[in-house]
């Protein structure tokens, strides 16, 4: 292809929004535009690189032997309202009501689809497990879409759903999956970190996170300096301190040399900062006392004290009940433990009104000590509290001297502590380190939440009704193209890994006429011939304009072909890597076949056969 | 591909909405399934001929030179407030409000977003031509979507737009399009008809559409029977009859031997219907004066008759006139065709107060015989109407004997008039024919419209800012898939062209075991490393069940491995083309040579090279 007949509008600018370098590339080099907010075009030779990861992520679905469908974009809202997500999924759903007042939604991801789909063809056992995937546009209704297609507003991802009659075949679906997913992102050039995720709004459980490390990666990540554990945040579970004591026991033994509880004046010493400066100590010292309103609680409360008071035992799951939170004054709560401990829907701290009603003081003087007003839960740090200062649930009184199994227990204790840099590793003690990460990919055992909800049965062997269960399956094909130059690029452009180029080698005629013309097109033909993709700069501008577009651009190969290196009985062309400084000179004669066997090696070492 | 590893839902039931070959086809051999109301899922067999049709377009498209992009499916509203259509287009476009209260738009085509794109690029002529298409989702909001994908709410749609310095670079563009559509549709073995189309809401002038004939068909086709004349009814002309006068001259002298103009009594005697009754005579005699509004007229009235009287002389268009138009009573205006002659936007039959107004009679009595209020336009048919009735603007009362050039004459005279068969071919004379159509293409040149109202600028040779003229060109991606179906079925299934047809092959053994199964998966494995696509009907059924399937679906070549076959040291399977009754016994050892020289055959001849 020749520049002059494609459309490639690079920039010298950057645009004034763009502070991630694959956002600024990808403008740069005139692969992408803007239309709107969050919504963009890919452009020539954007789109072939796109095109490229998204065969990539093509070729290893149907490696596993899942099926392409493609199924509407714009899908009723009915099937979401069978789910149960046209409520819950929140604001950033795009509903649309059409001119019928016909319930609509722009797709986001497809489970509703994909379960109707099946539900309607499924009715042996014989037909399961059954693994549908498709490549298409989704719309997510970021409130601040930001990072060009790093954060779109529209999208396309891979999205796969299987169905399975027992929990067996979706482990081995969702272990081949994994496995696809770090072929796929290690054949576009990416180093991503797998981690294990929360499950977040998605219900079910079992699930890994692929990540790739970033600047503005709206995911902190957890990773052990020593052995390979990683986590979110969000779920990162942390080795206890080594100084706590093991049991409610070991934790009486260690109070045995505490003063006795002691109440202390703190006027209007509400916070931990402030309590700190009053009292000149160290957070470390002090038990936070956290009043949470817990949603759907399916967590057995059945003897937890205080929680008759709250007047509700009845039912399965309870509607609203309140815990007291304790944890050590200088860490803090991960509300999505917090939540998976109770086995709650959802935890939010409790409104003032509700803390006066409860604790019966304000805000600030909650703690432990005589409160019997509804169930204290705490973290494990605090049971190695054996000397603090917790709040007296009166105003502008504390107590010192505080001691965990001595002053006050707690009814149920756990990890609930967001883990933090320095932590130790839960699987081997070692510190943890803080990245920031942005997720590619995400693979999920969904179980039976859209099965169940959407009414999916199918007949076992037995001639039984059964409910299959499903696993999701996910990848952002625009994500992955950023990241890939997030990844790849230095001050003068993107490095295209091979696998993803547009195209594999560039030809820069230094002036195009002549025989520096006719040698350009008789290589551009020769290497075409033999499946090089080659681009041809054969725009009438100076070679130094070329050259740094070259660069911009990122083709991994560049071929220079100058009128003095044609000169003589052994005419020669620069071939020069785009992660390389210099140039070779390559004999014009050996140049088709040395790069046709480079670039075919390169190719083959990247796509490994399964 | 084996059968049992794929997904395949044929059903034995025809859907009870379908009521075209297609949509019965399509949900039968498990090429789709539905969503919703005209929203439907491909199934992977689908898909893959789905992706055929597309990547044909693509070839052709990509042969002209057009290079693709991919925009967003959702666009901002104020691109399309710009080009006006956010008003102009109705409620076919689906709108929609986001969270933040942005107005968007799921693209029912992209008209706006190409020339936004080109727009912010655009600066010198030097960049011209350019043409850009994409392949992509669309969204229109039928009332009432039906066929199955023939007229559903979403489908996926090849649109590409090009811009031009000059009419000649458009001309240019607008014949490649042309002779790549025709290619197109040849390559998928369609047969087409290309007609000259109105240009419909899209404004411009320069436009053929891409017709194949159907039942259910929303285009009424005129065709000659003797030379290739076609149109659409919208814009159909026709030769006026033979016995029409040549001038407003002949039309006088015809009138010599007609006896003076009489009025007759007709008392509640309105419609041509009621007339024909009332004086027994042919609806042939009667001059049918029709009362239009016309908004934004561009025609130039000066010194039509009756139009000061209107009052409204100034501005270059007119928002409203008025005018009276005249047909012979046989035969109907078309309005399309009358707008353009009037250089109208719109016309619509006026209201009954504006006609009592201006004709001053009551609805059925307006004529055009002392008519001075308005304009009087007539349909050629009408100057040989040298003895007719019409009404005599006054309640209950009609003339008889009146002549065109002695009674009354228009303003104008033209081609007003809706074709239909049997009216004479406007080239050649001879007999018109009808046939319905569906539209599969479209290429359309635009002018300015969108350069122009969107403020596109580009400067010219000499430095000057000019307005580029665009032209557009549309394929329905579903709906050519339909259609081949359309032509190509018969009462067992469908039968795909060869270049179309999700897979080449199908083996079917005769039951899956010992010998049968080793030579069918041999065969399998053989075909497919020679490039063959096959699928190998590796189920536990009856053969006839098998056999009823692979009818069905349509596959191009079947082979049947019987273990009867087998034996012997010349060991046979049976071959059979879709298209044909019956097998041939074709020698096991042959069998892959045979086959792969004449699918390769098949392939090369319906893909000739340009």
Redesign the interface.
Known sequence: MKVS???I?TLREVPADAVIASHRLMFRAGLL?R???G??????LG?RS?RKVENIIREEMNAT?S??????????G??WKESGRWTSMG??L?R?K???D?D?V?SPTAEE?FT??VR??LSSYRQLP?S?YQIN?K?R?E?RPRYGVMRG??FTMKDAYSFHADEESLDKAYNDMGRAYRRIFKRCGLTVIPVKADSGAMGGSGSEEFMVESEIGDNTLLLCKSCDYSANVEKAECRPDFSAPASAEDAKAAAASTPAITKIDTPDVKTIEELCAFLKCDAKNFIKTLIYRAENVELDLTGAPGHKAQGKTKGEALAEAFFAVLIRGDLDINETKLAAFLKAAEVNLASEADILRLTEAPVGFAGPVGLTSMPVIADFSVRAVSDGVTGALVKDLHYKHAAYGRDFEAWKCGDLRTVKAGDGCPLCGEELYEKKGNELGHIFKLGNKYSLSMNVHYLDANGKSQIPIMGCYGVGVDRTMASVIEEHHDEDGIIWPITVAPYHVIIVPVKYEGAVKETSDKLAGDLTREGIEVLLDDRDERPGVKFKDADLIGIPWRIVVGDKNLIGDKPKVEVKRRTEKENALVELGCVVQDLTGKIREELAAANPQP
Do not use: H, I, M, W
Not at 39 to 44: C, D, I, N, Q, T
Not at 67 to 76: A, D, F, G, M, Q
């Open positions: 007949q494609t459309f509008p535009r239309l709107g907010n919504l963009f075009a890919y452009l020539p789109l796109f032997g099926l392409e469908l493609k199924p509407s974009v714009v899908v009723p009915e099937l604001e950033s795009l649309v059409n001119r019928l016909a609509l722009v689809a109707a789909l309607d063809e059954l549908l546009t719309y209704d409130v507003r529209e």
